[in-house]
């Protein structure tokens, strides 16, 4: 026989795709051609594959042999073919039956000797595979755990060539994925750490209730990074959808921890602020890889000292903000990645940064508006709630009373106002107020009374608040009404929700 073809999955951003691997072996000149628009990666399988082929003890045949990755058009990276490819080659040559890989995925690099080393992306071509039809797949040891995630797929390892050599040939068995390792016991920072800071802390549940974006500021040591650090605790644990989105985008990035779980928890990303374009949003030669905006996707993104961020890398958010994706274009093609994240700024009010404020400030007034103004109007105007904290007292530092309200104390309130909304808007295929259109929130029965929205309308009409803004202080009006256990905003809760939209404290 001098034909065999191998199922694989090749990648395109978050999407797989199954791929036909193909093998002729003809008579000629001895050598490889790979053919199906193979990446650098993939072009250079062919001395992988034949190294690990002859140090595991099979023959390499000396034909001249075509491969070919079906469908020809869908561009392919990377090297999770070469398993296929070496199953395919040996296949072709006659040297393996491969009628005990039919219907089976074979995902794998190959290292010189034979063994088979890990691979990124491996859940979401797992999926893929599960996706099209196929119930069986054969992986690295390394992310066997990872892929057993997906509910309704065989998953068998190999750590060797010589190991799926000696099962395609002679049914010896293949390694089982390990069990998953037990979830570790949350012990990440608490609220109740943070001392004082009302404002601040009102202001981060009814970002966390509403998924709003979020924006502080105020002088060093006023608690900033301390709050923002702490969102995620009070967030609800993600559930099996968003979790697969989640998982998927850090294993195609390698950030995925050892044991092969889910991960339930929201994401937490903090990029420096010299932290270039293709990092925040996604980028790269050939193919583009997520981005810290897409790795926080379903969780939190957060800038510190966010003026100091360059003007490209922060304009280069806004799409993502409002759109919830990311779509990167190169010469090879474009790349699509989900990025719903909670993007939350924290920035002091000058670039001296003195801790007592305006007291010893050393900036003008012009060099004050010019650092602020690095955070454009577009980009704050995106930003739900924003808020000014003042520094931290002697006497909240040093109170030794009750203790401040603990995370979990919090996050049960986020998770019952987060259940309201989303029953609230079922029928809208939407669960929080924050990606609530705002033209559905104009119309009835959802609009609110004129007696209620005077001052808004007051503010819209004075040009003190955008279009935008107006539909953004309406929805944080319906998180603090489900904060609050009510069914629909009075003036109130408009009222707070313009002091946190403005930047004003209460």
Not at 69 to 86: C, M, R, V
């Amino acid at each position: 026989m001098s034909y065999a073809k191998v199922l694989c999955v090749g990648l395109v951003g978050v999407t797989g795709h199954v791929v036909e691997v193909e093998a002729d072996l003809a008579p000629g000149l001895p050598g490889v051609v790979i053919s199906g628009l193979p990446d650098t990666a993939l072009h250079e399988a062919r001395d992988r594959v034949r190294a690990a082929i002859v140090n595991s003890g099979q023959k390499w045949p000396n034909r001249r042999i075509t491969l070919n990755l079906l469908p020809a058009t869908l561009p392919k990276y990377g090297s999770a073919f070469d398993l296929a490819i070496a199953a395919a080659v040996l296949g072709g040559s006659g040297e393996l039956p491969l009628l005990p890989l039919d219907r089976t995925v074979v995902l794998g690099e190959l290292g010189l000797d034979g063994t088979v080393r890990p691979v990124r992306g491996v859940l979401p071509m797992v999926a893929a595979a599960a996706h099209a039809g196929v119930d069986r797949v054969v992986v690295p040891v390394g992310n066997a755990a990872e892929a057993a995630v997906i509910p309704g797929v065989r998953v068998r390892a190999v750590d060797t060539l010589h190991r799926l050599v000696a099962f395609v040939r002679d049914g010896a068995p293949l390694l089982p994925p390990p069990g998953a390792e037990p979830v570790p016991a949350g012990d990440g920072p608490d609220l109740s750490e943070v001392a004082g800071q009302r404002l601040g802390r009102r202001a981060l549940e009814v970002a966390a209730a509403g998924a709003h974006h979020l924006a502080l500021l105020g002088p060093p040591g006023a608690g900033k990074t301390m709050l923002a650090e702490r969102l995620p605790s009070i967030l609800p644990e993600l559930d099996d959808e968003a979790a697969l989105e989640v998982t998927a985008l850090h294993s195609i990035a390698g950030l995925l921890p050892p044991g092969g779980r889910l991960l339930r928890r929201p994401p937490f990303q903090a990029p420096h602020h010299t932290a270039t374009v293709p990092s925040l949003v996604g980028g790269g030669s050939g193919v583009a890889r997520p981005g810290a905006v897409s790795l926080a996707h379903r969780g939190v993104l957060f800038l510190d000292e966010a003026p100091e961020f360059s003007k490209a890398a922060l304009e280069a958010l806004r799409q993502p903000l409002e759109n919830g994706r990311v779509r990167v274009a190169r010469t090879r093609g474009a790349t699509e990645y989900p990025a719903r994240t909670q993007l939350v700024l924290a920035a002091n009010p000058c670039p001296c940064a003195k801790p007592s404020g305006d007291v010893d400030c050393e900036c003008t007034p012009l060099a004050r508006r010019r650092y602020l103004g690095r955070l454009s109007g577009p980009l704050l105007d995106r930003v739900d709630v924003q808020v000014r904290l003042l520094p931290v007292r002697a006497a909240e530092l040093l109170a030794t009373g009750r203790p401040s309200e603990t995370s979990g104390a919090v996050a049960a309130r986020v998770a019952a106002a987060r259940r309201a909304a989303a029953a609230r808007w079922v029928d809208t295929g939407r669960r929080v107020n924050a990606d609530i259109p705002g033209p559905y929130l104009r119309r009835p029965p959802w609009r609110l009374p004129g007696r209620d929205t005077r001052e808004l309308r007051k503010r819209l009409d004075s040009g003190s608040l955008s279009a935008r803004g107006f539909d953004r202080v309406v929805r944080l009006a319906w998180t603090i009404a489900d904060l609050d256990g009510r069914d629909r905003p009075d003036a109130g809760d408009i009222a707070e929700a313009i002091h946190l939209r403005m930047g004003e404290g209460a």
